[in-house]
């Protein structure tokens, strides 16, 4: 409904969403992390669903593969790594992907890419341009961070 413009806001109901006996209680209880109260889980629901929707953007946008035999990394343990330290970055997009061989063709409009080139090795791309390639695992994570502060996209969280 949002996405073809038949409203403009979401409403939930946060007694049902924070009962222990409905399902959707139980399914927003799978989303809480440490020290976060349910509260915010749902706001943070509700601000995706608009994102989602493109009703409003407030945070950062991931596009990660669906990984497959080719994936060189952890999708799930990255994707999270960065989205820890990217998540403030009001309409950024970042794509994770496990290969080069598929990869960069399917980060649609991503701003950032950050694509698994070999083991242990990261190649980051600013749009459909590779910028550092073949880098450490270790270091990719700072060295994307580098790269959107070379942009002048960074904030401080
Ligand atoms: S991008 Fe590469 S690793 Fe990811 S699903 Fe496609 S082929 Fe597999």
Known sequence: LLIDGLGDGVWLNVKDLTSNETESGLYVKSFIR???????????????????????????????????????????????????????????????MGCIVNGPGEMADADYGYVGSGVDKITLYREKNIVRRNIPTKNAVDELINLIKEDGKWVEP
């Open 34 to 96: 440490k020290s976060e109260s349910k509260e915010k889980v749902i706001n943070r629901l509700l601000f995706n669903i608009l994102q989602a929707a493109r009703q409003r953007i407030s945070k950062t946008e991931y596009i990660a593969c669906p990984s497959c035999g080719r994936t060189l990394f952890d999708l799930q343990e990255t994707t999270e790594m960065i989205r820890k330290r990217t998540e403030h970055l009001k309409g950024v997009k970042i794509a994770i």
